[in-house]
T-cell receptor
Framework: DADVTQTPRNRITKTGKRIMLECSQTKGHDRMYWYRQDPGLGLRLIYYSFDVKDINKGEISDGYSVSRQAQAKFSLSLESAIPNQTALYFC???????????????FGEGSRLTVL | EDKVVQSPLSLVVHEGDTVTLNCSYEVTNFRSLLWYKQEKKAPTFLFMLTSSGIEKKSGRLSSILDKKELFSILNITATQTGDSAIYLCAVAGANSKLTFGKGITLSVRP
């Protein structure tokens, strides 16, 4: 089983619908992230969480919200989806234990969202 | 605001060629620079660089960091079609989150 699991892997929805993308991890990492990827734009950070009570906006948080239900679970919601939110979404984790943080991210397989 | 610029944005080479991928950055309180390879799914980790002038090497891939000039290069020698991918450069700064460049799309033709 994957260490970082995203569901659903693919989703097609209509404008105005509420969508939730879920992420769970078994790596025991404290830090979790949501990125979106668009062709030619690399990975852009939506939200990140350093622990259950610490959630921060990234560079493109408008139109998105998140919930850190437990150390191992981090969900991304689109309250009212719009077509320009069509993208590939990645959840990722990183480890900050014992001051050894290096920045390496461990990615889920991605969730491809299409908003019609 | 942290910034990562990769160049070129895309390139096409033939098998056996050597390629050099560039990454320059501006970041507050640099901690590390990372290279990832992305094929059809999630990015996979290649290298992490924290010190200037120390080459990291894995098979035909190598990378080096220059913290004075604020750039890194990723070299691939004797390219193969399996090297075709998007190569992502990312930098970890003071707030401990990664900033990614736009990626370099490499196509290796037989």
């Amino acid at each position: 089983d994957a260490d970082v699991t995203q569901t659903p892997r693919n989703r097609i929805t209509k404008t105005g619908k509420r969508i939730m993308l879920e992420c769970s991890q078994t790596k025991g990492h404290d830090r979790m992230y949501w990125y979106r990827q668009d062709p030619g734009l690399g990975l852009r950070l939506i939200y990140y969480s350093f622990d259950v009570k610490d959630i921060n906006k990234g560079e493109i948080s408008d139109g998105y919200s998140v919930s850190r239900q437990a150390q191992a679970k981090f969900s991304l919601s689109l309250e009212s989806a719009i077509p320009n939110q069509t993208a590939l979404y990645f959840c990722a984790t990183s480890d900050f234990s014992a001051g050894t943080y290096t920045g390496e991210l461990f990615f889920g397989e991605g969730s491809r969202l299409t908003v019609l | 605001e942290d910034k990562v610029v990769q160049s070129p944005l895309s390139l096409v080479v033939h098998e056996g060629d050597t390629v050099t991928l560039n990454c320059s950055y501006e970041v507050t309180n640099f901690r590390s620079l990372l290279w990832y390879k992305q094929e059809k799914k999630a990015p996979t980790f290649l290298f992490m660089l924290t010190s200037s002038g120390i080459e990291k090497k894995s098979g035909r891939l190598s990378s080096i960091l220059d913290k004075k000039e604020l750039f890194s290069i990723l070299n691939i020698t004797a390219t193969q079609t399996g090297d075709s991918a998007i190569y992502l450069c990312a930098v970890a700064g003071a707030n401990s989150k990664l900033t990614f460049g736009k990626g370099i799309t490499l196509s290796v033709r037989p």
